[in-house]
């Protein structure tokens, strides 16, 4: 009896962040976040802020996207009072070792301790793969 009311517990809090995820972006609040494509600097600037200022920063796998030549891992990032897709750079060495393929059975998947390194250049900062323990799926 346990086991069932563990796994309804389950299913409800599955659907209920689901729903949470697809609905997020299209109901933003944020001004910058809302109004800007998400692969844009004024976007990514603007998550990335708000994601150093949240203490508690959820990551879903979203997709792997290459631009002009440059891997990236787009992830959807949930804080207490914002959501975003965040585009991550990935290295040639990462991108072939990297476990997230281009396959959409990982989309969805939670990434837990994804980290990243903000990289300076002449054109701006840019963010960085840098490693992740484990996936949720």
Do not use: W
């Not at 962040?17 to 976007?43: A, F």
């Not at 959820?58 to 290459?66: G, I, L």
């Not at 990297?98 to 002449?122: C, F, N, P, V, W």
């Amino acid at each position: 009896m346990l086991s069932r009311i563990t796994f309804m517990g389950m299913v409800v809090l599955l659907l209920l962040s689901s729903c949470q995820e697809s609905g997020c972006h299209k109901s933003q609040r944020n001004q910058i976040l809302g109004k800007n494509q998400y692969n844009s600097k004024e976007y990514q600037a603007e998550l990335y802020r708000l994601i150093k200022e949240s203490p508690d920063v959820d990551y879903y796998y979203e997709m792997r996207e290459e631009i002009f030549g440059q891997n990236y891992l787009v992830v959807s990032a949930y804080g207490d009072a914002f959501c975003g897709k965040l585009c991550i750079i990935i290295s040639e060495e990462d991108a072939r070792s990297i476990k997230l393929q281009d396959s959409a059975g990982y989309q969805g998947a939670q990434l837990i301790g994804l980290r990243y390194k903000e990289h300076k250049t002449d054109y701006g900062s840019a963010l960085v793969y840098d490693s992740l323990e484990y996936i949720v799926d």
